[in-house]
């Protein structure tokens, strides 16, 4: 999403600033070398506005975390609000367990320096200066669910020959691969009909193993990576560092579980997540190959149940960047240590949350944000700098005219006992519907109205 550069070579203009020789590398998203002294914000489109146009703006740019200035220590290489992709994949396309992750757009941290309100906003999803800004949000994938005996769960695939080892069911559709499931069952299948989640993560395992000496093998290991947001330690460089590892200990890959998107607050993650899925199926006697306690989870006493667990079926777990092994054999002080750490990670995580709260109120009170969906009948808009929620014309005329049929059938029944077979609210709502459908009313989103919606109409 590119900004608005005419919009910004007419401000420019306006404040006697020829041309628009101040920012280079328009094509793309190029580096800016300057930019108009004039204070200004971008929104969500990608728009320059100058902050004049906005009534109390220095306070209100003060206050608010989610303005960038184009101060000196704050010049924007790239606009404030883009769209992030996973480094790896999707895991709303996983196979083994349904994640259902949403994408958050990105805000630039507060000029002062201060990114905990970059964090804030992030988590928030990006309360925007203009709420009819919003992205939409991408849709959720419910294609996959694991049947109950996991036979659709594939637990390792390998390529029937490395001459065919793309991994890429796009461009090599036809290519062969040996599959086994978790309920144990072997097959060979092409790759159109694996999803890319599996195609992805096998060729992470099958381009670690085949490096690897077999003269040397040193164990099997599994590897487990969790990034919840944009601003934490990424996907991969947490996977680079374990892979790494796992090369200088001669481990050899048996599974790649990663949980993108997914938060490790109260040990969701162990619950919901790869991680929560996989648990009871990683072998005994193996290795698990984590970058850190806190990409573990957040949350001290499901960390520990978790390791307990571990411990219980001879699986040694190595914190990668902490340098620690956590097994039946760990020393207090390590075992401290990694004790530690969850528990300042769940600190961090309540600390999070509180901040988040007090933004959240701060913006409520400032008028700036209003939670929940806008009801049916009503708009939001901006009125000197607050956000108020006021009547909508067009819509709440469509709530008088359902209303005023309703009561005038209720009343008046006789005269429709021919097409509604008994004077009730079900039958009179039914009606109503097939009514709206035949008038061609819609609601907001140029769709018909469902009787449950009708209904909601009459009794509010």
Not at 106 to 116: A, E, F, R, V
Not at 253 to 258: A, C, D, E
Not at 266 to 283: A, M, P, Q, S, T
Request: hydrophobic fraction near 30%; include cysteine; charge should be positive.
């Amino acid at each position: 999403m590119n900004p608005n550069y005419n919009n910004l070579q007419n401000m420019m203009q306006q404040q006697g600033i020829q041309g628009i020789q101040g920012i280079q590398g328009i094509q793309g998203i190029q580096g800016i070398q300057a930019m108009p002294q004039q204070p200004f914000i971008i929104n969500n489109q990608g728009q320059y506005i100058p902050v004049m146009m906005m009534p109390g703006n220095q306070q209100q740019i003060q206050q608010n975390p989610f303005m960038v200035i184009n101060q000196p220590q704050n010049m924007m290489p790239f606009p404030v609000v883009q769209n992030q992709h996973p480094q790896f994949m999707n895991v709303a396309q996983n196979p083994f367990i349904m994640l259902q992750q949403q994408q958050q757009p990105i805000i630039q941290g507060n000029p002062n320096g201060d990114n905990n309100d970059a964090i804030i906003a992030n988590i928030m999803g990006n309360v925007a200066l203009n709420q009819q800004d919003n992205p939409p949000k991408p849709k959720k994938d419910n294609s996959f669910n694991p049947s109950k005996n996991n036979s659709n769960v594939i637990k390792s695939i390998e390529p029937l020959t490395d001459n065919e080892a793309h991994f890429d069911a796009t461009n090599f559709p036809n290519e062969k691969y040996k599959t086994i499931t978790l309920n144990g069952k072997e097959q060979e299948l092409e790759a159109k009909d694996l999803n890319n989640y599996t195609l992805e993560t096998g060729h992470i395992i099958h381009k670690h193993n085949i490096n690897i000496n077999q003269n040397n093998m040193k164990g099997n290991a599994s590897i487990y990576v969790r990034c919840s947001n944009p601003n934490g330690i990424s996907i991969d460089t947490q996977m680079t560092a374990c892979l790494n590892y796992a090369k200088e200990k001669d481990l050899v890959l048996k599974g790649v579980y990663i949980d993108d998107g997914v938060s490790g607050r109260n040990g969701k993650n162990l619950k919901d997540g790869e991680i929560g899925f996989w648990k009871e199926h990683i072998d005994n006697n193996s290795n698990l190959l984590i970058y850190s306690a806190d990409r573990l989870t957040r949350h001290l006493f499901s960390g520990l149940l978790f390791l307990n667990t571990m411990q219980e079926k001879d699986i040694d777990v190595h914190f990668v960047n902490n340098k620690i092994i956590y097994n039946k054999s760990i020393s207090a002080m390590n075992k401290s240590s990694i004790q530690q750490e969850l528990q300042t990670a769940e600190k961090y995580s309540n600390d999070t949350s509180e901040k988040i709260k007090g933004t959240i109120n701060r913006l409520k009170n400032e008028g700036k944000y209003i939670a929940g969906r806008v009801p049916y009948g009503y708009k939001r808009i901006k009125v000197d700098g607050q956000l108020k929620q006021i009547v909508n014309s067009i819509e709440m005329d469509t709530i008088k005219l359902i209303k005023s049929r309703y009561n005038k059938i209720w009343n008046k029944f006789d005269d429709y006992s021919n097409d509604i077979p008994k004077k009730s609210q079900y039958y009179i709502i039914k009606y109503l519907k097939q009514w709206c459908d035949n008038q061609h009313i819609k609601d907001r989103n140029q769709t018909y109205f469902t009787e449950s919606r009708i209904k909601t109409i009459i009794y509010n």
